[in-house]
Structure formats: structure tokens, C-alpha cells
């Protein structure tokens, strides 16, 4: 469906369809399961990142609750707010593309 799509609309396709592939028939994920597809699935981003405060907050209000359960557009601040932090956000911002 995006074939002819951007960079950026394929980039959030698949983030959409990796929430939808975890997600319960509601179309939510519990704190728990969000918590272990991010690490799982966002390792890359979110390695070295966890004595930052926000990060430990991040997580630790995934474990609060754990049961509870969370939508997508929770799901996807929840991943930006990650990129927004990681080391790996700059050494992206540092190389520089041609096309």
C-alpha cells in the first residue's frame, strides 16, 4: 500500500504494523508486553540509555501497573520519546546522505 510511498510513511507503516502484530484484539498492548516489544524490538536505540532519568522514568511507569493497558498513539510517544534521547539519535544526525 506504501510502495510509492516516503521514506518517513514506510518508517511509521512499520512501526504501525509491529504494534498491530503484538496488540490484543482491542488494539492495545498491556505496560508489560509495551515494555518487552520496545526493548525487543528498539534494543539499538534504547541501549545505554538506562541511568538517564527520563528513561528510568519511561520504564519504570511501564512497570507500575503492569497489566494496564496502553493505545497506539501512547505507544508511538512512548517510542519517539525514546529516539529523542538515544545516543544513537546523533551519531544518525552526524552522517550525512546523498541522493
Request: proline fraction near 2%; aromatic fraction near 10%.
Amino acid at each position: 500500500a506504501l510502495g510509492k510511498g516516503s521514506d518517513l510513511e514506510k518508517a511509521f507503516a512499520t512501526a504501525a504494523l509491529v504494534y498491530n502484530n503484538y496488540a490484543d484484539p482491542e488494539g492495545k498492548l498491556s505496560k508489560a508486553e509495551t515494555k518487552s516489544l520496545l526493548q525487543f524490538q528498539f534494543g539499538h536505540f534504547i541501549q545505554g540509555q538506562e541511568n538517564k532519568p527520563k528513561y528510568q522514568e519511561i520504564i519504570s511507569s511501564l512497570d507500575e501497573e503492569s497489566e494496564n493497558k496502553i493505545d497506539f498513539e501512547d505507544f508511538m510517544i512512548l517510542l519517539v520519546s525514546l529516539t529523542l534521547m538515544s545516543d544513537l539519535l546523533q551519531e544518525i544526525k552526524n552522517v550525512k546522505t546523498t541522493k
